[in-house]
Nanobody, 127 residues
């Protein structure tokens, strides 16, 4: 059973940067997708960015496009989320999840398609 561990969160300044790290206990399959999600109290978990292992194809939520970058290091079972130009809406608990995609389809965006969730890493914003 895969286990994911998120790290790298903390307090960031508005306009500043943070890098989140997600380490997997398992070598990703060729059909693997990894996703970063975030959640705030009282709200549903939402997809922030996904990456497809086979070719590195990425997806970004409109709210983070142009500011966040998801990348992968398959040799080390690690996925990163580089966050820049942070704003108040980015404050949340961030989780990474793993999924599979087949037939050349895009990575799923619904959290229910993912598994292996870790404890998450908290991102807070300071003015």
């Amino acid at each position: 059973q895969v286990q994911l561990v998120e790290s790298g969160g903390g307090s960031g300044q508005a306009g500043g940067s943070l890098r989140l790290i997600c380490h997997s206990s398992r070598v990703p399959s060729k059909n693997n997708c990894m996703g970063w999600f975030r959640q705030t109290p009282g709200k549903e978990r939402e997809a922030v960015a996904t990456i497809r292992r086979s070719d590195g194809a990425t997806y970004y939520a409109a709210s983070v496009a142009g500011r966040f970058t998801i990348s992968q290091d398959n040799a080390n079972h690690t996925v990163y989320l580089q966050m820049t130009n942070l704003n108040a809406e980015d404050a949340a608990m961030y989780y990474c999840g793993t999924s599979e995609q087949y037939g050349g389809s895009w990575c799923a965006l619904a959290p229910i398609a993912y598994y292996g969730w870790g404890q998450g890493t908290q991102v807070t914003l300071s003015s």
